[in-house]
């Protein structure tokens, strides 16, 4: 599991960790790491330009001591000095290992490979001061390596309110930061490198399934297994005008994931998911009902009926306009502008704060509520949230949430708890995506195909080591 935890979290374990340790411990195993990176990312040391933007705090100091070790490997380093408080300790370091340190602009070497931000990392306000996005704006060209966060955004919640670093690479200690997942921060951080520290930390803020974790979760036959053992997931969408809503949510429920998958809708849309589908059958009994993809003016008895029958319902689509109080046991999959109307807010203002809206949607609906995205959150009503971190752009197309919705569908009919169905299925479908777009575009049919593979590769045992 990939975990984040909040500012207060790390203060509190750095604290713990520091009484142990000689003083600045801490800050040497940071830029050591952060050294490492940066070398990495240049291909070697000597010759290669570096510029450090320092700010006030220890953020600073980290690129500092950091920057001294590029300076003895080779590496020609200049410092900008945002502030007149600097770490004294790292800046002679720096110093003394041949780096340069200046507060004017125009001294700095105007060619350097890659910038280093150690503007402001978790003790930063957002935002940055003009000083800082002037010296960013004379080096937009430069890719930028992010000293444990890109300075400029909100650590806590991901949000972006200000001018903020769009980094190339973000260089974190201890732990993952909130920013480093959620979105719209999540952008700004480019690849993510984790330095360990050693810190002993609780339960996380938010976190992101891996594929050991949903190696773990996923549902399989046991020996004896009948079809009815497996889990029958129910299917309601699809309209005369929406019939293609049907295939997709279908699609995504008959990946092999239950024993038996049950479509119900206008007779029509049924024959088309028959033709395509040939092992789908009508109503019956079913552990989890998909409602809503392409329901239109239905979705509302569609969401009656499913709900009637007291089993987990993922709820998606039209069926969303209709939910009126809570849902315990089952998942919403809105996307941004879905939960703006159901909560009476902006699309702008969920997109601005994915995570306090998908959090609040939770628990208003006492349920688990999917916010699709680049990374899609999933909030459980106890506060937990996972978030998605497969998947590309080019899901961003017609369809795919009618996959998902029958994906999580079938994970749910399968046993898995609506907080284990919603963020396995949606892991599975971003790994599907990336499958099925090979490097290119993708449509959304081509997602459902790709999913058994994925899941297939997912259950494979891991491969062993020396010792394995
Ligand atoms: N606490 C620890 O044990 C460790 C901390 N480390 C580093 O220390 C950082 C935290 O250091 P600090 O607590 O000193 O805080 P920061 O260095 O993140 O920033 C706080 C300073 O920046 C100023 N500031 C706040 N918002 C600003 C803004 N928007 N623009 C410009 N200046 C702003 C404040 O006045 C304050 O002086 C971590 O992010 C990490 O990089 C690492 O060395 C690992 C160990
Ligand atoms: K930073």
């Known amino acids: 599991m990939l975990r984040a935890h909040t500012v207060d979290d790390v203060r509190r374990a750095e604290a713990a960790a520091m009484a142990d340790l000689p003083d600045g411990a801490l800050m040497q195993r940071a830029a050591a790491g952060l050294a490492a990176a940066v070398l990495d990312l240049l291909g070697g040391g000597y010759g290669r330009r570096v510029l450090l933007l320092v700010g006030s705090g220890d953020n600073g100091g980290d690129a ?47 060619r350097p490979d890659l910038v280093v931000d150690g503007i402001v990392g978790i003790g930063g306000r957002p935002g940055l001061r003009p000083d800082a996005v002037a010296v960013l704006e004379r080096f937009a060209d430069v890719p930028v ?23 190339a690479l973000t260089v974190t200690f201890g732990t993952h930061k909130v920013a480093h997942l959620v979105d719209p921060a999540s952008l700004a951080c480019g690849a993510l490198h984790l330095v360990d520290l050693g ?27 009948q079809k009815y053992t497996r889990g029958v997931v129910g299917v309601r969408a699809g309209s005369g ?44 009994r ?13 979705a509302a008895t569609m969401l009656a009926e499913a709900r009637a029958d007291d089993v987990p319902v993922v709820v998606d689509a039209d069926a969303l306009r209709h939910v009126t109080g809570t849902l315990p046991g089952c998942v919403l999959t809105p996307h941004a502008g879905e939960l703006a109307a159901m909560l009476g807010v902006e699309r702008d203002e969920v997109e601005a704060a994915p995570l306090e809206h998908a959090r609040e949607a939770a628990r208003r609906w006492d349920c688990v509520v999917v916010l699709k995205g680049h990374h899609t959150l999933v909030a459980a009503p106890d506060g937990r949230v996972r978030v998605t971190t497969t998947g590309l752009p080019w899901l961003a197309t017609a369809g795919a949430g009618d996959v998902l919705a029958g994906l999580v569908g079938a994970l749910l009919a399968a046993g898995l708890e609506p907080y284990d169905a919603a963020s396995v299925g949606s892991w599975l479908h971003g790994a599907a995506a990336t499958e099925a777009a090979a490097g290119g575009p993708l449509t959304a049919s081509r997602v459902a195909v790709h999913i058994p593979q994925v899941v297939r590769e997912t259950l494979a045992p891991p491969r062993s080591g020396m010792l394995g």
């Open 64 to 110: 500092l001591w950091a920057g001294a070790r590029l300076a003895a490997r080779g590496v020609r380093v200049d410092a900008f000095l945002l502030s007149d408080r600097t770490h004294e300790a790292g800046l002679a370091e720096l110093l003394s290992a041949g780096g340069r340190a200046t507060r004017d602009l125009d001294d700095l070497d105007p």
């Open 145 to 167: 390596v992010a000293v444990d966060v890109p300075s400029g955004v909100d650590v806590d919640t991901g949000r972006v309110d200000g001018p903020h670093v769009r980094a």
């Open 199 to 225: 810190l002993d930390l609780g339960a996380p803020a938010v976190e992101a399934l891996q594929p050991d974790d949903v190696r773990a979760l996923l549902p399989r036959p046991s020996v004896d297994a």
């Open 241 to 284: 005008t929406y019939p293609g809503a049907a295939l997709l949510a279908v699609a995504g429920a008959n990946t092999g994931l239950v024993g038996m998958v049950r479509y119900v809708g206008p007779e029509r849309v049924a024959d088309t998911v028959r033709a395509a589908h040939p092992e789908v059958v009508g109503n019956g």
């Open 286 to 298: 079913v552990q989890a009902w998909v409602v809503g993809p392409g329901g239109g003016d239905d």
